[in-house]
T-cell receptor, first 112, second 112 residues
Framework: DAGVIQSPRHEVTEMGQEVTLRCKPI?????LFWYRQTMMRGLELLIY????????DSGMPEDRFSAKMPNASFSTLKIQPSEPRDSAVYFC??????????FGDGTRLSIL | QKEVEQDPGPLSVPEGAIVSLNCTYS??????FMWYRQYSRKGPELLMY????GNKEDGRFTAQVDKSSKYISLFIRDSQPSDSATYLC????????????FGKGTKLTVNP
């Protein structure tokens, strides 16, 4: 079975530009999570969805961040406008209720 | 006090050694405990998934949970160079259907 697929794997862009990260969860999983990993803060949840509906977005840093899940097989995380402090590795994970979360290989984002 | 504390290491051991990795936590409501292994530039990979207190063994890996002490451990027997990675503990109250709270990870190097 294919795991969680994220794209792009790397993104380098200039401050102020819009950034869109993409995630395809494991088929049949009804929970989708977006995490951010930095050296200082480790892995932290940004937002998660259940059956395509956002459940908890309390980790979204500010209004510059938004996430959507238009269907069960696709989600996006958008940053607009991007800032250097947004540089991090962004992970998507998916799961079924009561089962552990499985992670993609992440998007390494650098904002210059 | 952070919700989950994990010694970041780094930890360096010779091949064949027994490795002990630990986390402490403060939230007594946590019921599900996980260990993830993360290789450089890859996503976290689930190693062990346990519910409540007790031990779980899978090959060379043993996970222990002591809820009375709010302390979890991962033991690696006969460590191999391929075990060199960062090990992350994670936990929550509802398993797959809720955000995970992560430790910051312990970097392990197994020397041949």
């Amino acid at each position: 079975d294919a795991g969680v697929i994220q794209s792009p794997r790397h993104e380098v862009t200039e401050m102020g530009q819009e950034v869109t990260l993409r995630c395809k969860p494991i088929s049949g999983h009804d929970y989708l999570f977006w995490y951010r990993q930095t050296m200082m803060r480790g892995l932290e949840l940004l937002i998660y969805f259940n059956n395509n509906v956002p459940i908890d977005d309390s980790g979204m840093p500010e209004d510059r961040f938004s996430a959507k899940m238009p269907n069960a097989s696709f989600s996006t995380l958008k940053i607009q406008p991007s800032e250097p402090r947004d540089s991090a590795v962004y992970f998507c994970a998916s799961s079924r209720a009561g089962q552990p979360q499985h992670f993609g290989d992440g998007t390494r984002l650098s904002i210059l | 006090q952070k919700e989950v504390e994990q010694d970041p290491g780094p930890l360096s051991v010779p091949e064949g050694a027994i490795v002990s990795l630990n986390c402490t936590y403060s939230n007594s409501a946590f019921q599900y405990f996980m260990w993830y292994r993360q290789y450089s530039r890859k996503g976290p990979e689930l190693l062990m998934y346990t519910y409540s207190s007790g031990n779980k063994e899978d090959g060379r890996f043993t996970a222990q949970v002591d809820k009375s002490s709010k302390y979890i451990s991962l033991f690696i027997r006969d460590s191999q160079p391929s075990d060199s990675a960062t090990y992350l503990c994670a936990m929550n109250t509802q398993g797959g259907s809720e955000k995970l709270v992560f430790g910051k990870g312990t970097k392990l190097t197994v020397n041949p």
